[in-house]
């Protein structure tokens, strides 16, 4: 349920300069695409705010634009795309589908990380406060940042649209939260607020009928329809107002259109709380409701950026329905949430372009794990002693895990075997969880062997700078104790993957399960050494202390383990 904080205009700022925020103003253009440059050229101007996505839509003659940064860079960007977009596009002339109130209809804050919702609020009153002295657009703030009960919701603000809005301004429950009780007739008015991630998804129907794609809608969203009695009218309580029937997915916003471009109608959806309606269970619903009406779902399309995790879930949902192991990686998963979901209906869908940590993560920095098997080798047998022994100890690690995946997905799928499916999925899920970290420690211990060199080339020309000098080279050495003792509790949890696999799985993959074993082994093997190498010189070091002890009983058993999976191996093969 929505919090709403009643924001002041005295919120102290403070320096959130490792905070991240999303913006995703909404422009009221979208045919002309010199238009839409000059404005995402004012956003890419500003240093610390990086240009994720621009989706314009021609029948909507909308733009969303997606963009993060510092709370302070975010600002000044939307601030400036504001005013470019109040000196180039004229709501006199505006005509969509979509409703709209403004040059700049909606700019919603939405924390990333480092910074609450409540602390975004004052950026969010920051931005407003600018956009109504600076440029003479009548701001109001929603959700989050509402400045009273009825302005929650964006819906609610916008009722009227642009072309009610000079009458609208001048009632007294209307007044602008920044700006004169003026209508500006060029830029209309803008609403500012801070909000959750939202999914701003269309789905596509096989109609041309707006009315029925109402139809959808209302069955689905939250706020349902108005309630009819017998006759078709509207039933009303004992105030005069409206009796609402609510729909059937909570967190849901829907309204039905017809998009030219395209030639169909759709539902557009925003999605505003993904843990409480998964995407999944949204177009499955609309799937249902659209058959009972006569009609069918024919795909979707995302309108800017999704989370990962939206994705996957839908991966592992329709695997699910499909009785298939959920236990495959990350771009499988990825590829069947589109193909169901029909991602790729209307235009290609890019998993690098269109969700959100893909946009975000840095491509820049090298990692071993992105390299060929060839460029791995040639880069381990340089004259530098990184990658080295942790690294590739990691990776036999990582190749135990995927040989008993392997084992367990081509055992879900195994003829004869069906009921045993999600048996299998779950050993699958399991050793992909496994790989997905051992794969991250590849690179760690490296980047933790740099860590100690950076420590030891710290100054040491006076006490004060030799004291720090130690403790640094102290703190990295731990932390290189830790990541190869990880890797080496990770490897050793495998051998259960391996043996489950040897007895249980498909007899023609034991071989499979006992490399896996052996490939376990050696990562046990090898991270106990680079383990007792680095603690030599933290012998007295408490926590150094229980880790070194784990390392022995872990490297004590393990050849028993690997012994045991051998011979399960052999009398399968056998």
């Not at 996505?53 to 510092?70: L, M, S, Y």
């Not at 959100?356 to 530098?384: M, P």
């Not at 690997?562 to 009398?571: C, F, Q």
């Amino acid at each position: 349920m929505l919090t709403v904080i009643f924001a002041t205009q005295n919120t102290r700022m403070k320096d959130y300069k490792d905070a991240v925020i999303e913006c995703v103003p909404n422009f009221s253009e979208g045919r002309n695409m010199e238009v839409i440059k000059q404005i995402t050229n004012e956003i890419e101007k500003v240093e610390g705010v990086r240009l994720l996505d621009v989706d314009p839509g021609k029948a909507t003659n909308r733009t969303v634009v997606t963009f993060v940064g510092n709370p302070h860079a975010v600002v000044e960007a939307a601030f400036q795309a504001i005013k470019k977009a109040g000196e180039l596009i004229d709501m006199r002339q505006h005509k969509g589908e979509h409703p709209r109130m403004g040059a700049t209809d909606v700019c919603p804050l939405i924390p990333v990380s480092g910074i609450t919702a409540e602390e975004t609020v004052a950026f969010a009153q920051q931005l407003g406060r600018r956009v109504g002295e600076e440029l003479h657009i009548p701001v109001y703030h929603y959700e989050y940042a509402a400045t009273a009960p009825h302005r929650r919701n964006l819906a609610d603000i916008r009722s009227g649209e642009y072309e009610g809005f000079a009458a609208k301004i001048l009632q007294p429950e209307w007044k602008p939260d920044h700006g004169h009780p003026v209508f500006n007739e060029r830029s209309g008015a803008t609403v500012i607020g801070v909000r959750d991630f939202l999914i701003a998804y269309n789905i596509n129907l096989n109609t041309t009928s707006t009315r029925r794609a109402n139809a959808v809608a209302f069955d689905i969203r939250e706020k349902g329809r108005q309630k009819k009695d017998a006759n078709g009218k509207t039933v009303k309580d004992e105030y005069g107002e409206p009796v609402w029937e609510p729909g059937l997915l909570k967190s849901v916003k829907a309204i039905g259109w017809y998009i030219e471009e395209y030639g169909i109608a759709q539902i557009s959806v925003n999605l505003t709380n993904m843990n409480v309606t998964p995407l999944h269970v949204l177009f499955d619903t609309a799937c249902e409701r659209a058959t009972a009406r006569g009609m069918r779902v024919t795909g979707s399309e995302l309108v800017g950026l999704v989370p990962l995790q939206a994705m996957l879930d839908a991966g592992k949902y329709f695997l699910e329905k499909q009785q298939r192991s959920k236990g495959v990686g990350e771009a499988e998963l990825i590829r069947i949430a589109v193909k169901s979901l029909g991602l790729d209906e209307l235009a290609p869908f890019d998993p690098q372009k269109k969700i959100i940590e893909y946009q975000l993560q840095d491509n820049s920095a090298k990692k071993l794990v992105d390299l060929s098997l060839r460029r791995f080798a040639l880069e381990t047998s340089g004259d530098t002693p990184a990658p080295g022994g942790g690294s590739i100890a990691a990776y036999c690690g990582v190749l135990g895990a995927a040989l008993g995946t392997m084992v367990a997905n081509l055992s879900a799928h195994k003829k004869g075997w069906d009921s045993r499916w999600e048996e299998f999925s779950n050993y699958a899920e399991q050793g992909q969880a496994m790989m997905k970290e051992l794969l991250y420690l590849v690179d760690e211990d490296t980047n933790a062997y740099n860590h100690i060199m950076a420590a030891y080339g710290l100054p040491k020309g006076n006490d004060a700078e030799k004291a720090a000098r130690k403790a640094a080279i102290d703190a990295s050495t731990v932390y290189a104790i830790k990541i190869p003792f990880r890797t080496m509790q990770l490897a050793f949890q495998s051998f259960a993957l391996a043996k489950a696999m040897a007895e249980k799985g498909n007899p023609n993959c034991a071989s499979d399960a006992g490399v896996g074993a052996l490939c376990a082994r050696a990562a046990v093997k090898g991270t106990y050494l680079n383990v007792i190498t680095n603690a030599k010189s933290l012998k007295d070091n408490d926590e150094v202390k229980q880790i070194v002890t784990q390392s022995e009983q872990m490297n004590a058993q393990c050849d028993a383990l690997e012994h045991e999976v051998w011979n399960i191996a052999l009398s399968q093969m056998k």
